[in-house]
């Protein structure tokens, strides 16, 4: 079952028992999960539990690669999703993408469509 | 570390900044100061690496240098650009009369400059800033007899 | 000392730099 990373996030996030739920505090950083998408369809959905006033996330997928220590989308290995006006981001650039954004009580889909290389 | 750092707090030696011979400004003493004394923390903004380095390239566009940054450990750095103490004034000796140090007091870790020998008045303070080695070279202007030519 | 950095702020003790959530953004339409 795909799981939240012990090791393949940044280490000051706080990753909860179940490995279903990850909490930061201070300034964006990133968790990726145990399993990788290499070719094909893949999809899967997070249901925001809880945003306390002032907390914002970035959800998306990110290579291997792509920098820990900020948020989802801030270099050229992610692509993400903000709950804030809901813009996508990749390589840290902000364009639109949906009106308005997400939050609490929200289910959100990823899907990723990767061809199938020879 | 921690009484003797507020000693530090109380006993904030008497510095000054004036004209240097190094390089434009500098800090220097205003009153002797003994061996292993500590001089001043360098006080600013502790900032994660990875704000430390889109800030370093954004001062660099603006011309600012990125030579106020100052690496505490692999978690936190000082940022003394735009908000700071005297400590940013001190200029790079590749032969100083003091050194800088990371000291751990309540939990929170400082950067305290301390003497490495006695230190008269009007001396300026000086320090080896430690810099990490880059292509883009800084010349070092401290004059002194073993200098090394650059500060990176 | 103040007068060559008219923008700088004196502080006594580091302070812990609050990121905005923005932070890391080249833009943000």
Same mark, same amino acid.
């Given at each position: 079952?795909?799981?939240?990373?012990?090791?393949?996030?940044?280490?000051?996030?706080?990753?909860?028992?179940?490995?279903?739920?990850?909490?930061?505090?201070?300034?964006?950083?990133?968790?990726?999960?145990?399993?990788?998408?290499?070719?094909?369809?893949?999809?899967?959905?997070?249901?925001?539990?809880?945003?306390?006033?002032?907390?914002?996330?970035?959800?998306?997928?990110?290579?291997?690669?792509?920098?820990?220590?900020?948020?989802?989308?801030?270099?050229?290995?992610?692509?993400?999703?903000?709950?804030?006006?809901?813009?996508?981001?990749?390589?840290?650039?902000?364009?639109?993408?949906?009106?308005?954004?997400?939050?609490?009580?929200?289910?959100?889909?990823?899907?990723?469509?990767?061809?199938?290389?020879? | 570390?921690?009484?003797?750092?507020?000693?530090?707090?109380?006993?904030? *030696?008497?510095?000054?900044?004036?004209?240097?011979?190094?390089?434009?400004?500098?800090?220097?003493?205003?009153?002797?100061?003994?061996?292993?004394?500590?001089?001043?923390?360098?006080?600013?903004?502790?900032?994660?690496?990875?704000?430390?380095?889109?800030?370093? *390239?954004?001062?660099?566009?603006?011309?600012?240098?990125?030579?106020?940054?100052?690496?505490?450990?692999?978690?936190?750095?000082?940022?003394?650009?735009?908000?700071?103490?005297? /400590?940013?004034?001190?200029?790079?000796?590749?032969?100083?009369?003091?050194?800088?140090?990371?000291?751990?007091?309540?939990?929170?870790?400082?950067?305290?400059?301390?003497?490495?020998?006695?230190?008269?008045?009007?001396?300026?303070?000086?320090?080896?800033?430690?810099?990490?080695?880059?292509?883009?070279?800084? /010349?070092?202007?401290?004059?002194?007899?073993?200098?090394?030519?650059?500060?990176? | 000392?103040?007068?060559?950095?008219?923008?700088?702020?004196?502080?006594?003790?580091?302070?812990?730099?609050?990121?905005?959530?923005?932070?890391?953004?080249?833009?943000?339409?």
């Amino acid at each position: 079952s795909v799981l939240v990373a012990m090791h393949d996030r940044a280490p000051q996030l706080k990753v909860c028992e179940d490995r279903l739920t990850v909490t930061g505090e201070r300034g964006y950083c990133m968790a990726r999960a145990t399993h990788g998408a290499h070719y094909g369809s893949w999809f899967y959905e997070i249901k925001i539990t809880d945003m306390p006033d002032g907390s914002h996330v970035r959800l998306g997928w990110s290579q291997e690669l792509g920098n820990l220590q900020g948020p989802c989308g801030y270099d050229k290995f992610s692509y993400a999703w903000r709950s804030r006006k809901g813009t996508r981001f990749h390589e840290s650039i902000g364009k639109h993408f949906t009106d308005g954004g997400y939050g609490q009580g929200d289910v959100i889909g990823m899907l990723i469509v990767l061809p199938k290389d020879d | 570390d921690l009484v003797k750092f507020n000693q530090l707090q109380f006993r904030k *030696k008497q510095l000054k900044f004036a004209r240097s011979r190094i390089h434009d400004w500098g800090l220097f003493a205003l009153e002797p100061i003994a061996a292993d004394e500590m001089v001043i923390e360098y006080v600013g903004q502790m900032i994660r690496p990875v704000v430390a380095d889109l800030r370093e *390239k954004k001062y660099n566009e603006m011309g600012i240098g990125s030579s106020y940054l100052f690496r505490v450990d692999f978690e936190t750095i000082i940022d003394a650009t735009k908000c700071g103490n005297l /400590a940013r004034f001190i200029n790079h000796s590749c032969n100083p009369n003091c050194y800088a140090k990371v000291i751990t007091v309540e939990g929170q870790k400082k950067i305290v400059i301390y003497s490495k020998q006695p230190i008269d008045i009007d001396e300026e303070i000086t320090y080896d800033y430690k810099f990490p080695i880059e292509d883009e070279k800084i /010349a070092c202007l401290c004059g002194a007899p073993q200098c090394r030519g650059y500060l990176n | 000392w103040s007068a060559f950095a008219p923008d700088f702020k004196e502080l006594d003790e580091n302070v812990e730099y609050e990121e905005r959530e923005s932070e890391f953004d080249v833009q943000d339409d």
